[in-house]
């Protein structure tokens, strides 16, 4: 069955820092990865994909993410902290057809990302 | 355009008023979702459409009834609801009808308040 599990319910970082967000998933396929943002009540934004190509995926507004099959890890950074950042994270997994019951997102709990001035 | 738009943006209803939710798209995708959010948790899958048929209900209170009148439209009825139901509701389409994911838009959701 597939899973996500988000390691850090908040984070907190200085303007300017690089930021790390933790993502492991489980699901017995090769699945699709993908991280959203979430600013406050607003819809979700994708940042990026990881859908079996190269492992190392680059997003919008200078995201980047690792695949690593091995580790069954998909963690999100980014190498400097902008204010404009501070939102809440979801790391989301889909299995591939027919595994994927139609079509289904499993969500990750969230990270809530605050950037200090 | 690369937009799901739904209306209305806030909504506050009564216990016994009957609303709809609108969703709409014009990217040609053939799976259309709702989803369920309250504050602070991730979305919760209501249900999905594919190919205008309904394909997934996750064990959703019959108070809510959805509706996908063409590829481009998704509706959700509410009636009798809960003061429990208030959150906000997230539509979203991806591309490919046959479960696929390729990516999955969302809409900016309708705050919905049920009083």
């Known amino acids: 069955a597939q899973s996500v599990t988000q390691l850090d319910s908040h984070v907190s970082v200085s303007e300017g820092t690089p930021v790390l967000l933790r993502c492991n998933y489980s699901?017995?396929?090769?699945?699709?990865l993908f991280w959203y943002v979430q600013h406050p009540n607003k819809g979700l934004q994708l940042l990026l994909k990881y859908t079996s190509a190269a492992t190392l995926v680059k997003g919008i507004n200078g995201f980047e993410a690792e695949f690593k099959k091995s580790e069954t890890s998909f963690h999100l950074t980014k190498p400097s902290a902008h204010m404009s950042d501070a939102a809440e994270y979801f790391c989301v997994v889909s299995d591939p057809p027919p595994y994927n019951q139609g079509g289904k997102l499993i969500f990750g709990q969230g990270t809530e990302l605050s950037v200090k001035p | 355009d690369t937009e799901v738009t739904q209306t209305p943006k806030h909504l506050v209803m009564g216990m016994t008023n009957k609303k709809s939710l609108k969703c709409e798209q014009h990217m040609g995708h053939r799976a259309m979702y709702w989803y369920k959010q309250k504050a602070k948790k991730p979305p919760e899958l209501m249900f999905v459409?594919?190919?205008?048929?309904?394909?997934i209900n996750e064990s959703v209170p019959s108070r809510f009834s959805p509706e996908c009148p063409n590829s481009s439209l998704l509706n959700l009825h509410l009636h009798a609801l809960q003061p429990e139901d208030s959150a906000l509701y997230l539509c979203?389409?991806?591309?490919?009808?046959?479960?696929?994911?390729?990516?999955?838009?969302f809409g900016q959701g309708t705050r919905l308040t049920v009083v």
């Open positions: 979203a389409s991806s591309q490919d009808g046959t479960g696929g994911i390729v990516r999955a838009f």
């Open positions: 699901s017995s396929y090769s699945p699709s």
């Open positions: 459409y594919s190919y205008e048929k309904l394909s």
